[in-house]
């Protein structure tokens, strides 16, 4: 038997998602710092190597391979003269709340498609892939990239199996929009817990074909983060 569009768009999903490498504590520190300050309004759209040099007081090894690991992360831009060039990325009120409006009608409804149809086995694997955080002894030492990738991976993955292209590429996107403040967000690991909850019931959901129950999961899920992302003084200038 051939495999099914939604399965092989899913296969694609899973093959081009690379294995991230987690950087060394100070690496990690420094990338943290440079994520919120990007996120409170403190660091500018562009910045350069001189100026984070002084700014953090930092020497010039550890902020290349941090800038190189938020280039890779798809946070930052080189610039074509000298500098990098943070990504767009969901920095308002009104963005925010148009992102959520806009999964919100989209991710549910791609559940409930004709063409949607699950694999078996990427289904167990993001199952797995959850079980393993939620059960984690010490989420808070967990990279924050892993945490993003899991998430993001588990919503192309659903939004694959619908079969339609559209609707992977949309959630693509959005991922893309929303690296930058998830990374930011994530220092409540309590949220990190509940929706890998959130995720797992919608994955079994789907795999009992209860395609109904786990639209209406996903609704909640989306509800649920909407209400926990982290604002940003800053936010109020651009609402």
Not at 49 to 60: F, K, M, P
Not at 63 to 77: A, M, Y
Not at 146 to 157: G, K, R, S, Y
Not at 218 to 238: I, Q, T, V
């Amino acid at each position: 038997m051939s495999t099914s569009y939604a399965t092989w768009l899913a296969q694609q999903v899973a093959l081009h998602r690379t294995e991230l490498e987690v950087p060394a504590t100070a690496d990690q520190d420094l990338y943290a710092r440079i994520v919120e300050d990007r996120l409170s309004g403190i660091l500018g759209d562009s910045i350069t190597q001189a100026e984070l040099t002084r700014h953090y007081n930092i020497d010039r090894t550890l902020l290349q391979r941090t800038l190189t690991h938020l280039v890779n992360d798809g946070l930052l831009s080189r610039n074509s003269g000298r500098g990098w060039t943070f990504r767009p990325t969901l920095d308002s009120k009104v963005a925010l709340r148009d992102s959520y409006d806009y999964r919100s009608t989209l991710e549910p409804a791609g559940l409930l498609l004709s063409s949607f149809k699950f694999d078996a086995g990427l289904l167990e694997r993001s199952r797995l892939e959850h079980l393993y955080l939620e059960g984690h002894p010490d989420i808070a030492s967990v990279d924050p990239r892993q945490l993003f990738e899991t998430d993001a991976q588990f919503h192309e993955m659903i939004a694959a199996f619908s079969g339609n292209i559209f609707f992977l590429q949309a959630i693509q996107q959005q991922n893309r929009l929303r690296r930058l403040l998830e990374f930011g967000g994530y220092s409540n690991r309590l949220r990190v817990r509940n929706w890998c909850r959130e995720h797992l019931d919608i994955i079994s959901a789907i795999s009992e074909g209860a395609r109904e129950r786990a639209s209406a999961l996903m609704l909640n899920h989306l509800s649920e983060a909407r209400g926990a992302a982290r604002h940003y003084p800053k936010w109020d200038e651009k609402s």
